[in-house]
């Protein structure tokens, strides 16, 4: 009899979401805010049908050849999944799914907000009032750009760009985006298509939601930064696509007026770099973080694997 119960969740979901699975299956949580250490996760997904993971999850050959035969699925609980060997899990019939969709709102909002703190210099301005310096308001006092009816560029026009995009409107804002092929008329809705280049040189405002893949991994780096007008924005939604190292000098050397990122290459580290620069807004990945959104992405995780487990097709497969 195999001594494991047949799901591995490796992260504590929100609550409610592993009640849902309990309710079918007999489940080992890992119960903590944290990701498994590696020897841990290795040795816990032994024997398991069914494996709930994270984007600090690496999920590759070693990974599956622990877990054994009896996987069913790998149910990736983010829209990315970098973190996963498509290739390998391809190679053993194991289904992988992410939980696109339901985290659309609240990261595209998320998107915005790094947007207006980093023009309007919201970050430099509580971290005055903090320090209990003495501060008079002036015509000259921390003078940030406006949005209304400044060009904004889009990498990246999948959901989350297309979000953000319809956003714009209430700014008055003309949107341009690149992605590898133009969208159809009525999903750019009216959105303008751009080859890469030609989008950072016309982008006052960029902002970045293109997936991370060995395509896009950094992507935006000097050169591609040195193409944004002077004084531009940048707002990264997905790590590694722009250079942190290329994005921090960009912001020294005065290129960039701002800088705002929510997802870092080597979380939980943050570059020195970028820490020291005061016009850099930086947000621990907060992109899906309301209460709402880490439900519904609990709870499309539990379904994929309630669907393998009873034999039926997952809701939200990738890499087929």
């Known amino acids: 009899m195999n001594e494991h119960p047949p799901v591995l969740v490796s992260r504590r979901l929100a609550p409610g979401v592993a009640e849902r699975l309990t309710a079918h299956h007999a489940a080992t949580v890992h119960d903590s805010d944290l990701p498994m250490a590696r020897a841990e996760l290795l040795a816990a997904v032994r024997g398991r049908r069914a494996l709930i993971t994270t984007l600090d999850d690496r999920v590759d050959a070693e990974l599956l050849d622990a877990a054994g035969p009896g996987l069913e699925i790998v149910a990736n609980h983010a829209v990315g999944y970098h973190n996963v060997d498509l290739a390998a899990c391809a190679e053993r019939g ?65 959901r989350i760009g297309q979000a953000v995009a319809r956003r714009a409107r209430g700014f008055d804002m003309p949107v341009r985006y690149h992605n590898r092929h133009p969208l159809p008329p009525e999903r750019a809705d009216g959105a303008e298509w751009l080859p890469l280049d030609d989008l950072l040189a016309t982008s006052t405002v960029l902002v970045v939601t293109c997936p991370l893949s060995d395509a896009t991994r950094h992507l935006l780096d000097a050169r591609r930064l040195a193409l944004l007008p002077p ?90």
């Open 231 to 320: 004084g531009a924005v940048v707002v990264s939604m997905t790590a590694g696509v722009v250079d942190e190292e290329a994005l921090a000098a960009a912001l020294e050397s005065g290129a960039l007026f701002a800088a705002a990122v929510d997802n870092f290459e080597h979380e939980p580290a943050v570059p020195s770099a970028l820490l020291a620069q005061d016009r850099a807004v930086l947000a621990p990945h907060l992109g899906s973080a309301t209460v709402r959104t880490r439900q519904a992405m609990g709870d499309l995780a539990v379904d994929n694997v309630l669907a393998a487990l009873s034999g039926k097709a997952p809701l939200t497969p990738v890499g087929r």
């Open 94 to 158: 194991i289904p992988v799914t992410n939980t696109p969709g339901v985290l659309t709102a609240a990261t595209a909002d998320m998107a915005w907000a790094l947007l207006l703190a980093a023009t309007r210099r919201l970050g430099e301005g509580e971290r005055l009032l903090r320090s209990g310096e003495a501060w008079a308001w002036a015509p000259n006092f921390l003078l940030g750009l406006e949005l209304t009816g400044t060009p904004l560029g889009i990498l990246g026009m999948g």
